[in-house]
């Protein structure tokens, strides 16, 4: 998800809350914790087979009941070691939410809410599993899960997150390409605008020319906005109808408009003595009302009340 929006993440984990709690406390509680903090091969080789079937599995490490970490930070293959952060064995996490809510919890295992990894520096949860060592003291084994794979791998969405960058691609070629053409209507409604002042032109013909030229402009800088907005800048969660209402809504508002405005052109062309104009003004100012009462429906259909 690029750019990331974690205000969609924690919407999207409130929604998932119990699911969420659910299969992280089933992942962590099959695992054997004694095995684990006594042989590091296993423990990076778990974390590895994990990381196959639940592609948002980050870290696996143990804690001593102190808080103090007593392995090292096993990580998932696609972890890029360069950027990580945490300090890894020997350290003191002690002060960390989920160590803290763990000791609390008289549960065997701990979910944690969304925070910010040190590790990857992106949302994050934590599952922690309390057992007792071999030496009869407390430990935990505690797994990070990274939020967002998290919630694709829920949306069963993994392929679709794959080659959205290659769709934002395209989308955001559209766009630009959209931009300039509106751009260059503008630049020769503009250059048709200046020869009328210039020239003193006073046929209303070559006026409205450069109308149509600046107004075509308008809708297709808007028609292209739009997608750049809705499609490469912003993320659209397509799970919810809500964001394909909201597309539907300002795609046809530009067409309403691009529509409209040009019946009203077509209109006054007539008046000054274009008749045949009238007739495909008439069609197109009907057919502007037509897609309005159409989008109208479709919102009122579409109502989230």
Do not use: W
């Amino acid at each position: 998800m690029t750019p990331r929006n974690y205000l969609y993440l924690l919407r999207k984990y409130e929604d998932y809350q119990p699911q969420i709690d659910r299969l992280l406390d089933s992942i962590v509680t099959a695992l054997m914790p004694r095995k684990l903090e006594s042989d590091e091969a296993a423990l990076q080789k778990t974390v590895e087979r994990l990381h196959k079937s639940y592609p948002f599995v980050e870290l696996l490490y143990c804690l001593d009941e102190h808080g103090m970490q007593t392995t090292i930070s096993a990580a998932a293959p696609d972890i890029d070691d360069s950027k990580r952060s945490e300090p890894g064995m020997c350290s003191d996490r002690s002060n960390r939410a989920y160590y803290t809510k763990a000791v609390k919890n008289e549960k065997v295992s701990t979910v944690t809410s969304p925070y910010l990894s040190n590790a990857t520096h992106q949302l994050a949860i934590s599952a922690v599993q309390r057992y007792t060592t071999a030496e009869n003291k407390t430990g935990y084994l505690v797994i990070n899960f990274n939020l967002e794979k998290l919630i694709t791998f829920l949306n069963g969405d993994e392929i679709r997150r794959r080659v959205h960058p290659f769709f934002q691609t395209v989308y955001a070629i559209i766009g630009v390409m959209l931009v300039i053409i509106a751009s260059l209507l503008l630049y020769y409604g503009g250059k048709d605008m200046y020869g009328v002042v210039h020239n003193h032109i006073d046929e209303p013909i070559k006026i409205f020319g450069a109308v149509i030229l600046v107004t075509l402009g308008l809708a297709i800088f808007d028609l292209g906005k739009t997608i750049l907005e809705e499609e490469v800048f912003l993320h659209k969660d397509i799970h919810h109808e809500g964001s394909m209402r909201r597309t539907i809504s300002r795609f046809m508002a530009a067409i309403v408009i691009a529509v409209s405005i040009e019946s009203l052109l077509l209109m006054f062309k007539s008046l000054l003595g274009g008749e045949d104009h009238l007739n495909s003004a008439v069609l197109m100012l009907f057919a502007a009302v037509a897609m309005l009462i159409g989008l109208g429906i479709y919102l009122k259909l579409t109502d989230e009340k």
